[in-house]
């Protein structure tokens, strides 16, 4: 897995994604914490931390928080914000989520904002399961989102979307392959610099797009007992034209 996009838009993706609601995103693991967990939870792992925005917010709930992210760059970001803050009891390791090495296990693990849809193969979804039900304790959830199969066939498909917000532009091309189930987005970055010029950056993503069905199967090739797939903050099931799913596992050991 690479950082892609990220690398050239660390320095203003929240900015951009500035109508996200960390806290209750937040709130909303919690509450799944508090109603599923059967071991105490302390020890959080949040996989695709990027800027940090979650692992700050679940710290801020009394968590002790690890960040895993491929990107430097949006580790970076997630760094000024510890020393804006004076935060220095989170631990932020530059790590792909197919390869990750922790230093011992934890009781829950977070991965939000798609992040298992970057993972375009299902040999890479498999090893990215295995290895946080290697590193959760018997018993310890995964909670995490995806971007549905409707949100593909729709919102992606073959639009276009243009992002803007003070400084920065980002137009964006998708052409989503139903047979490959994946989605490329054509990303072009336009950042303003001090002289009011604008410097302009390439980029080329992908997502995967996963079913019920294979989701389902991944986390019972790995170990996970599914607890639930929503479409919104609670546990309730998903309705058929959700854009984005929240899930629920058990690891079992």
Known sequence: MTDGIYSSLAGVYDELNSEIDYGT????IVRVI????????KLVLDLG???????????????DMTGVDVSPEMLAEASKICRKKKIDDVLLLCQDMTEFELYGTVDAAVCCLDGINHLTSVSDARRCLSLVHNYLVPDGLFIFDLNTPHKFETVYAENDYVLEDDGVLVAWQNSYNEKTKTCDFFI??????????????????????YTERSIKKLLAETGFELLFISSDYSDSPAAPDADRWYIAARCKK
Do not use: H, I
Not at 25 to 28: I, Q
Not at 49 to 63: E, I, K, P, S, V
Not at 189 to 208: A, I, K, V
């Open 25 to 28: 995103w937040a709130d909303f």
């Open 34 to 41: 508090g109603k599923y967990s059967t071991v105490p939870v």
């Open 49 to 63: 931390c990027g800027t940090g925005r979650m692992t700050f917010a679940l710290r801020d709930r009394g968590y």
């Open 188 to 209: 072009s970055t336009f950042t303003e610099n001090p002289d009011g010029s604008y410097s302009r950056e390439d980029s080329l993503q992908r997502e995967r797009c």
